[in-house]
């Protein structure tokens, strides 16, 4: 079984920074971030896959947010910089124990395990 544990969330405003953390225990192959923010329907921010290499980025974060994994402990960060109104949500990480042999994030189906959400508020 896979538990996953977020955390790291909290409230900032429009332009600063967070970093959410995933600490997983179990074998995982594949971590990332989704959010969902009231109303609308999950979506993918960013997946890693356990090596660490070929992360992936909705287009909306990219260059703005970056993904990495800590092997040592196997948690997975999502560093969100220049952050915007838009980026509020409840931000879940989720994993599986196989890759994803498409070059995106995956949908939300990909995932098997999910953890229980960590809320992320940034005000103009």
């Known amino acids: 079984q896979v538990l996953l544990v977020e955390s790291g969330g909290g409230s900032v405003q429009a332009g600063g920074s967070l970093t959410v953390s995933c600490s997983a225990t179990?074998?995982?192959?594949?971590l990332g971030w989704f959010r969902q923010a009231p109303g609308k329907e999950r979506e993918g921010v960013a997946r890693?896959?356990?090596?660490?290499?070929?992360?992936f980025y909705a287009d909306s974060v990219k260059g703005r947010f970056t993904i990495a994994i800590v092997k040592a402990n196997n948690t997975v960060l999502l560093q969100m910089n220049s952050l915007k109104p838009e980026d509020t949500g409840m931000y879940y990480c989720?994993?599986?124990?196989?890759?994803?042999?498409?070059?995106?994030?995956?949908?939300?189906?990909?995932?098997?395990?999910w953890g229980q959400g960590t809320q992320v508020t940034v005000s103009s």
């Open positions: 989720a994993a599986n124990r196989r890759p994803i042999m498409r070059p995106t994030i995956g949908r939300p189906g990909d995932f098997d395990y």
């Open positions: 179990g074998y995982t192959y594949t």
């Open positions: 890693i896959d356990s090596t660490g290499l070929f992360p």
